[in-house]
Nanobody, 125 residues
Framework: QVQLVESGGGLVQAGGSLRLSCAAS????????MAWFRQAPGKEREFVAA????????NYLDSVKGRFTISRDNAKNTVFLQMNSLKPEDTAVYYC??????????????????WGQGTQVTVSS
């Protein structure tokens, strides 16, 4: 059974930082591309960042470029999202996702095969 478990969310002031983690089990982690999506109240789920199996290719939402960094540790079956210079508009539930097409870093939710339950990030102004 595949499980993706996010952690690291919380409440932070604008300008602050958080580091999200997503621990994967039940799959061969290095065979999957990984991504982070987010969903704010009343809005559709939105792509944030993705990377290929090796981390050699990354893809970011324009509004987070230069502030967020996605990375992975294949030895620990974990993907990370380092979020700096946070803004109130970053407030959302953040989800990690796994795509068995390991060589792409897709921004389409429909391309992802497995999803976590999400972790809440709240940025106060």
């Amino acid at each position: 059974q595949v499980q993706l478990v996010e952690s690291g969310g919380g409440l932070v002031q604008a300008g602050g930082s958080l580091r999200l983690s997503c621990a994967a089990s039940g799959l061969t982690f290095r065979n999957y591309a990984m991504a982070w999506f987010r969903q704010a109240p009343g809005k559709e789920r939105e792509f944030v960042a993705a990377l290929t199996w090796s981390g050699g290719w990354t893809n970011y939402l324009d509004s987070v470029k230069g502030r967020f960094t996605i990375s992975r540790d294949n030895a620990k079956n974990t993907v990370f999202l380092q979020m700096n210079s946070l803004k109130p508009e970053d407030t959302a539930v953040y989800y990690c996702a796994a795509d068995r097409a390991y060589s792409r870093a897709s921004d389409r939710a429909a391309d992802y095969d497995y999803w976590g339950q999400g972790t809440q990030v709240t940025v106060s102004s």
